[in-house]
């Protein structure tokens, strides 16, 4: 794979999609190249095998490879749809009959869209998704990660349980847990899901929201390695060159701990969206903690590693301007059609 033949077959497919003429026609090229199991997503599995090098080479051609086709994909529906609503009103000006309404289509929502950016982003540089069960136990989401037990998060006010041994997850940290249990390292995984926490709900607060953490662990890994690769995802995001602001914080799980801030991709004098401050608390961050590499059985002295986490919903927030948690989880069709 070279961004050469990525060239040449951006330019297959698009002459492809260009003859196609029908909805069926559309929908076949959908699924064979588009889709999951298609031959875009076969591309960023292939992705996986190069060498780090390639791998900065290749990826962003192949994000806008994806990006290319999808949206001529989008133009291509809608020239159907609109010689199709013209063949309708031709023949209503030769019968006196009333046209139905065209079926709408749907969309995906934008947990969908941002998840799949993502997840996109990370593989092109070498990660891997994984996930896990949303109901867990007391030990991978709070001793395995180092939390001591008289932690307030571990109390009814804060966290959902079910019995004095399982609890609705918290963090899709557990997840990292049972990864590093697994596998042997060099570790590169990322792990959206939904959490669950005992709060209220306001604009700006859910009892469920999704969240979004990732982990590295080999040999010789610093914070160096973790702001290279947040600023690399945060440019890729959101098209343009996105500057980290730094500041120290306490996590259980990680030694030392970082908050991260990021610019506001929306202005550069202040907004109502970084509340002009032109900085948005975005994220936690820093190196995995000792104790949590030994309850996953790696020898601290020989490997280290990085974890990140931020909720994925504000990113979402951020990203599209929703001004309302509540709007994701309304089914409200007038702000859905939107995406």
Not at 140 to 152: I, Q
Request: with cysteine; hydrophobic share 35%.
């Amino acid at each position: 794979m070279d961004i050469k033949k990525l060239k040449s077959l951006q330019k297959s497919l698009l002459t492809d999609l260009n003859k196609v003429s029908s909805e069926t026609e559309l929908e076949t090229f959908r699924i064979k190249h588009v889709s999951r199991q298609g031959s875009i997503a076969d591309l960023f599995v292939q992705l996986k095998s190069l060498d780090p090098e390639q791998k900065r080479m290749i990826g962003p051609q192949l994000n806008t490879l994806k990006k290319t086709i999808n949206q001529a994909l989008e133009n291509k529906k809608e020239d159907l749809f609109q010689q199709k609503l013209k063949v309708l009103q031709e023949k209503q000006k030769h019968f006196d009959v009333s046209i139905n309404k065209p079926t709408l289509h749907g969309s995906l929502h934008p947990y969908t869209l941002i998840t799949e950016q993502i997840q996109n982003i990370f593989i092109s540089m070498g990660y891997q998704v994984a996930d896990g069960p949303e109901l867990e136990t007391e030990f991978f989401n709070f001793t395995a990660l180092n939390v001591p037990s008289n932690h307030p998060a571990r109390e009814e006010s804060d966290t959902f349980w079910i019995d004095q041994e399982h609890l609705l997850r918290t963090q899709t940290s557990t997840v990292q847990i049972k990864t590093m249990q697994s596998q042997k390292p060099p570790i590169a995984i990322i792990s959206p899901g939904r959490v669950m926490r005992n709060e209220a709900t306001d604009a700006s607060h859910d009892f469920m929201f999704m969240q979004f953490e990732g982990l590295y662990v080999a040999e010789n890994v610093s914070i160096s390695n973790l702001l290279a690769t947040l600023k690399t995802f945060l440019h890729q995001l959101f098209g343009k060159k996105i500057k980290l602001r730094v500041r120290p914080g306490y996590f259980p799980f990680v030694e030392p701990g970082l908050e991260i801030d990021a610019s506001c991709p929306f202005c550069t004098k202040g907004c109502s969206v970084c509340k002009k401050t032109r900085w948005i608390e975005l994220m936690g961050s820093g190196l995995v903690h000792p104790n949590v590499l030994k309850h996953c059985n790696i020898d601290p002295k020989k490997y280290s590693g990085f974890a990140f986490g931020f909720g994925l919903t504000r990113l979402v927030m951020l990203k599209y301007q929703i001004p309302d948690i509540r709007l994701l989880h309304s089914g409200n069709l007038d702000f859905l059609k939107q995406f």
